[in-house]
T-cell receptor, first 113, second 110 residues
Framework: GAVVSQHPSRVICKSGTSVKIECRSLDFQATTMFWYRQFPKKSLMLMATSNEGSKATYEQGVEKDKFLINHASLTLSTLTVTSAHPEDSSFYIC?????????FGPGTRLTVL | TQLLEQSPQFLSIQEGENLTVYCNSSSVFSSLQWYRQEPGEGPVLLVTVVTGGEVKKLKRLTFQFGDARKDSSLHITAAQPGDTGLYLCAGDNQGGKLIFGQGTELSVKP
């Protein structure tokens, strides 16, 4: 199956700093990537849809200035959590859309101290 | 707003027992996916069902898509400890977005 990677897998940062998470489709081109947030033992919550070469579409209640998304190429989308606070601590998962299926990355555990 | 109601949310059973997880919606989906997720990892696709009434089998797992394409079920026969994990259903609304159910946390005890 298709492979999607995320980097870093874990990150710990201080409150007020910004953190960038990368999502790459390794063996296919993805015009659309999705970013999700997941709380412990809970389901995935869609944050935004990232389209290559255009602005991301954010779900209701998600601050676009807080969660910056860039989809500069067909294989890379980045999520930057700006001025992170402890309440932003979570598991962030991306997916890439290809071959009529969404393929999920392994997730990034963000801990904000 | 499209919603997928998944039940039960928690299930703890003994090895060898059977179980069924349900996903229900008032909306029609073009397809429905089932995923399994282990702690600290991303969801892994188990199956995609597309046709109303479709039944797919994956070893001890049986997936059904309702005739009206609004609901689906996952049945596991003779559960094993290795089946432990979070099971997620997700419906495709044709806009490319996946609508996820709440998830079912399954624990199979030896």
């Amino acid at each position: 199956g298709a492979v999607v990677s995320q980097h870093p897998s874990r990150v710990i940062c201080k409150s007020g700093t910004s953190v960038k998470i990368e999502c790459r489709s390794l063996d296919f081109q993805a015009t659309t990537m999705f970013w999700y947030r997941q709380f412990p033992k809970k389901s995935l919550m869609l944050m935004a849809t990232s389209n290559e070469g255009s602005k991301a579409t954010y779900e209701q209640g998600v601050e676009k200035d807080k969660f910056l998304i860039n989809h500069a190429s067909l294989t890379l989308s980045t999520l930057t959590v700006t001025s992170a606070h402890p309440e932003d601590s979570s598991f962030y998962i991306c997916s890439a859309s290809g071959m009529d299926t969404q393929y999920f990355g392994p997730g990034t555990r963000l801990t904000v101290l | 707003t499209q919603l997928l109601e998944q039940s039960p949310q928690f299930l703890s059973i003994q090895e060898g027992e059977n179980l069924t997880v349900y996903c229900n919606s008032s909306s029609v989906f073009s397809s429905l996916q089932w995923y399994r997720q282990e702690p600290g990892e991303g969801p892994v696709l188990l199956v995609t069902v597309v046709t109303g009434g479709e039944v797919k089998k994956l070893k001890r797992l049986t997936f059904q898509f309702g005739d009206a394409r609004k609901d689906s079920s996952l049945h596991i026969t003779a559960a094993q400890p290795g089946d432990t994990g979070l099971y997620l259903c997700a419906g495709d609304n044709q806009g490319g977005k996946l609508i996820f159910g709440q998830g079912t946390e399954l624990s199979v005890k030896p």
